[in-house]
């Protein structure tokens, strides 16, 4: 089972477009929890986790840390509200966390994100992201991220929230 940590910044409504996306994996038996990241105290957003069983941090920085600190499972998946995990995600996550050791602990999603995203992948460190699976050690900094495994799971943004 992993713990899925999602980062509000588009509000509540992005936030039940992302939480609706993970119905299949919740009874599929591979989401076990979530934890909710928001700059600032919110009654909705608040309700909305009260509503499906996740756990609300407000911090201001909203780190993956910080998520990492409070989520039960040792493998999280990061996304932002408004990702929507496309078709075959939940095969594709069990196998990998299945038989994936903690030290390699980083997996991404594919993402189409246009000219932009292809200059950003090209330079980008292997810094943990929305659209990652990663261990929890990792985000603790117990154990040093290797480059992230490309994963052939796609995840695309709710064209709503941009």
């Not at 700059?39 to 941090?57: E, F, W």
């Amino acid at each position: 089972m992993i713990t899925v940590l999602v980062r509000v910044t588009h509000g509540p409504e992005a936030l039940a477009a992302t939480l609706s996306a993970l119905v299949p994996a919740v009874a599929a038996g591979l989401v076990g929890d979530a934890v909710i990241l928001s700059r600032r105290q919110d009654g909705t957003l608040a309700k909305v986790a009260d509503a499906v069983g996740a756990s609300l941090m407000v911090a201001e920085e909203m780190s993956w840390a910080e998520g990492a600190r409070t989520a039960r499972r040792d493998w999280l998946l990061c996304l932002d509200d408004g990702d929507i995990p496309q078709e075959d995600w939940i095969r594709i996550l069990d196998r990998f966390v299945a038989l994936t050791p903690p030290e390699r602990g980083l997996a991404r999603f594919r993402r189409d994100t246009g000219m932009a995203g292809l200059l950003r992948r090209a330079f980008a460190r292997s810094s943990v992201r929305a659209g990652d699976l990663v261990h929890r050690r990792i985000l603790l900094h117990e154990v040093k991220a290797r480059a992230p495994v490309r994963l052939s799971a796609r995840i695309e943004r709710d064209p709503v929230f941009g």
